[in-house]
């Protein structure tokens, strides 16, 4: 059997720990394309020379072309800036917009039959950019985000409660960012609520925690952002697409009316396969939950306003 390819546009500490992971995890042979030069190449070379000593049977490579993405079953597109002392948001918003429409121009040429998974931020907005160029349906074009905000909530539900980290399963929804909705009571440890464990300011002060999980990274690093967690969250999705896990994971998807809103990109639970997003899980919300949900796309919107203004759209 032909094995799965990768393409992973962005070679910086995103994409190169995504490269590393599918490497350990043997997912797929792996490219990482970049602008910069001899980068992507440099660390390609440097992952397929672990393959020997790791046993791993998996091609790596790296280029600064995109006619690399040829043949990509899934790409993931992590290039982007980060922000710089003294830019705005929706100027960050328009650069990396460029980029993700550029990266998402060649992918509809190059790659017509791929996956496209989207982690540069803001997240909501790629991703909607992303499936606005490629044209792809729907169900083809989704973003990471959720997985990761949801095993950082689990994480600190996990030391909170000194239990094993592999048993607490949290669901965060909403846009990746200061709205997202962490969900107490769908989150569990080995099926019991976490509602039923811990007192309600406690996890209070949990999901502020998640909410506020990257900037506590940006904080402590001083220098770039978190890339461990979204490497193993990006690539989590990647297995199931590949291997038709069908994995119910949180992650942004192009709405059509579900939750009650139309055309936007949005954090939902979704069934990931080799249909892609082969189902979005419609959780009965209360209506504290889907007024904090629809804030939460409300600032999407607001996203996408901007890239109209600015002719991205
Ligand atoms: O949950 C999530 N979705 C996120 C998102 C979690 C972590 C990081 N998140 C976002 O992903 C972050 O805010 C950024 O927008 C991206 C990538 O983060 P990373 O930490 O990997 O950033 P780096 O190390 O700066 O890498 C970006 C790379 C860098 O090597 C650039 O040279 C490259 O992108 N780049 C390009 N590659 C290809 N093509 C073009 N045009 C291009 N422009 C820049």
């Known amino acids: 059997m032909k094995r799965a390819?990768?393409?992973?546009?962005?070679?910086?500490?995103?994409?190169?720990?995504?490269?590393?992971?599918?490497?350990?995890?043997?997912?797929?042979d792996t490219v990482l394309i970049d602008v910069v030069e001899g980068m992507p190449q440099g660390k390609g070379l440097d992952l397929?020379?672990?393959?020997?000593?790791?046993?791993?049977?998996?091609?790596?490579?790296?280029?600064?072309?995109?006619?690399?993405?040829?043949?990509?079953?899934?790409?993931?597109?992590?290039?982007?800036?980060?922000?710089?002392?003294?830019?705005?948001?929706?100027?960050?918003?328009?650069?990396?917009?460029?980029?993700?429409?550029?990266?998402?121009?060649?992918?509809?040429?190059?790659?017509?039959?791929?996956?496209?998974?989207?982690?540069?931020?803001?997240?909501d907005v790629m991703t909607y950019l992303a499936w606005k160029v490629t044209?792809?349906?729907?169900?083809?074009?989704?973003?990471?985000a959720g997985v990761l905000d949801s095993t950082r909530f689990a994480y600190f539900v996990s030391r909170e409660l000194n239990v094993a980290?592999?048993?607490?399963?949290?669901?965060?929804?909403?846009?990746?960012?200061?709205?997202?909705?962490?969900?107490?009571?769908y989150t569990t440890v080995s099926g019991i609520p976490i509602t039923d464990l811990l007192g309600a300011e406690v996890i209070a002060k949990l999901s502020q925690r998640t909410r506020d999980g990257g900037a506590e990274i940006v904080a402590l690093l001083k220098q770039g952002s978190a890339f461990y967690a979204p490497g193993s969250s990006v690539v989590a999705m990647?297995?199931?697409?590949?291997?038709?896990?069908?994995?119910?994971?949180?992650?942004?998807?192009?709405?059509?009316?579900?939750?009650?809103?139309?055309?936007?990109?949005?954090?939902?639970?979704?069934?990931?396969?080799?249909?892609?997003?082969?189902?979005?899980?419609e959780l009965k919300l209360g209506a504290e939950e889907k007024a904090a949900l629809h804030k939460s796309a409300e600032a999407v919107r607001d996203g996408m306003k901007v890239l109209k203004e600015r002719q991205f759209l």
């Open 5 to 28: 390819k990768v393409a992973v546009v962005g070679a910086g500490n995103v994409g190169a720990t995504v490269a590393h992971q599918l490497l350990m995890h043997e997912v797929a």
């Open 48 to 123: 397929a020379e672990s393959t020997p000593v790791e046993a791993r049977s998996v091609l790596m490579d790296g280029s600064n072309d995109y006619g690399a993405l040829a043949g990509a079953d899934v790409v993931v597109i992590t290039a982007g800036i980060a922000r710089k002392p003294g830019m705005s948001r929706d100027d960050l918003l328009a650069t990396n917009a460029g980029i993700v429409k550029a990266a998402a121009e060649h992918v509809k040429a190059k790659a017509p039959n791929a996956f496209v998974v989207v982690v540069t931020n803001p997240l």
């Open 135 to 144: 044209g792809f349906d729907r169900k083809r074009v989704l973003g990471m």
């Open 165 to 185: 980290a592999r048993d607490v399963q949290a669901m965060v929804l909403g846009g990746h960012g200061d709205t997202m909705v962490p969900l107490p009571r």
């Open 238 to 281: 990647v297995k199931s697409l590949l291997r038709d896990e069908k994995r119910l994971l949180p992650g942004a998807a192009i709405l059509a009316g579900e939750y009650g809103e139309p055309d936007v990109c949005l954090g939902v639970p979704m069934v990931i396969g080799e249909g892609g997003v082969e189902r979005i899980i």
